[in-house]
């Protein structure tokens, strides 16, 4: 299960194994292949924009600010990752 200040989140199966995979490797960056594998289990790169939508509505769970998102940053032209300083970027 997943928290955020104490209240349980409603996470798809996708959401929550995208979410412990970045808390897992706090700071690294993963690109869409990467996170697509380790949510399904395989990669097709057809469907790498999937993990964009996957993100947006984890951003939506967890974020106050989804257009500066504090966890979820976007690393533009790689990909993804969690923590950081902040000051991240928005949904592309």
Same mark, same amino acid.
């Given at each position: 299960? @997943?928290?955020?200040?104490? /209240? %349980? &989140? @409603?996470?798809?199966?996708?959401? !929550? %194994?995208?979410?412990?995979? !970045?808390?897992?490797? #706090?700071? #690294?960056? =993963?690109?869409?292949? #990467?996170? &697509?594998? @380790? @949510?399904?289990? =395989?990669? =097709?790169?057809?469907?790498?924009? $999937? +993990?964009?939508?996957? +993100?947006? /509505?984890?951003?939506?769970? +967890?974020?106050?600010?989804?257009?500066?998102?504090?966890? +979820?940053? $976007?690393?533009?032209?790689?990909?993804?990752?969690?923590?950081? $300083?902040?000051?991240?970027?928005?949904?592309?």
């Amino acid at each position: 299960t @997943a928290e955020l200040g104490g /209240n %349980a &989140l @409603a996470l798809t199966p996708i959401e !929550f %194994a995208m979410l412990e995979l !970045f808390m897992r490797h #706090q700071g #690294q960056v =993963f690109s869409r292949l #990467q996170l &697509l594998e @380790a @949510a399904h289990g =395989f990669a =097709f790169e057809g469907y790498e924009r $999937t +993990i964009d939508a996957h +993100i947006r /509505n984890l951003r939506r769970k +967890i974020e106050q600010d989804t257009h500066a998102p504090k966890f +979820i940053q $976007t690393v533009y032209g790689i990909g993804y990752r969690f923590g950081g $300083t902040g000051g991240g970027h928005g949904d592309d």
